[in-house]
């Protein structure tokens, strides 16, 4: 006859309801983590998405505003014996389809004429610039290479906001808005070179 060892058969069963008790409470965890671990990692991507959105948007907005640069007018120099009467610079088109978009200007190719106080010996008083690089950090312009006598204009805006026609600190022809190296050539030879301020107006 075989005897039982009590304590040996204790030992066995507790140590099969412990395993019954572990196999039955993993999965509830398995189950239970991944869910919170979704839903952090839905809240985190929501988080980020909207980040990025803003940040893109916030991007965009510099773009257009660093892009955004209304130089357009007339320009007169402060020197007397400076040979431009003026300087005429279009860069700009506020109207189109049909009606005026003062917040999204259209840019075209700048359009850049000189006015002279005398006449060249063809008896003309203006002109056209056929290269001309107009920014807010610097103007160069290359005019009347057809003539024989060229003029360059090169210098930069000194308030670089823009258009000076909205500016209530910006006075018309009194403000200086334009510093500008002026140099008159004739085969070779110079014929002016200063350094020559600018105000502005904006026309009728």
Not at 5 to 15: N, P, T
Not at 50 to 57: K, M, N
Not at 84 to 108: A, R, V
Request: some cysteine.
């Amino acid at each position: 006859m075989r005897t039982i060892d009590v304590e040996s058969v204790s030992e066995v069963l507790m140590a099969r309801w412990a395993v019954l008790i572990l196999a039955l409470t993993l999965p509830m965890c398995t189950r239970e983590m991944p869910k919170q671990d979704k839903k952090r990692e839905s809240q985190i991507a929501k988080v980020s998405q909207s980040a990025s959105a803003d940040a893109l948007e916030s991007g965009k907005a510099n773009i257009e505003q660093q892009l955004f640069f209304d130089p357009d007018g007339y320009y007169f120099p402060l020197e007397k014996d400076c040979p431009i009467e003026q300087i005429h610079i279009s860069t700009l088109d506020y109207y189109y389809d049909g009606d005026l978009h003062y917040d999204k200007p259209k840019f075209k190719t700048p359009e850049v004429a000189v006015h002279l106080k005398q006449p060249d010996k063809y008896g003309n008083f203006m002109r056209e610039c056929k290269k001309a690089l107009v920014a807010p950090d610097k103007l160069h312009l290359e005019c009347g290479a057809e003539s024989q006598v060229t003029l360059t204009v090169d210098g930069a805006f000194l308030d670089r906001r823009g258009q000076y026609w909205n500016q209530p600190d910006v006075k018309a022809q009194e403000t200086v808005v334009l510093s500008a190296l002026i140099t008159q050539n004739w085969q070779g030879r110079t014929l002016y070179s200063r350094n020559v301020r600018f105000t502005y107006w904006e026309g009728d």
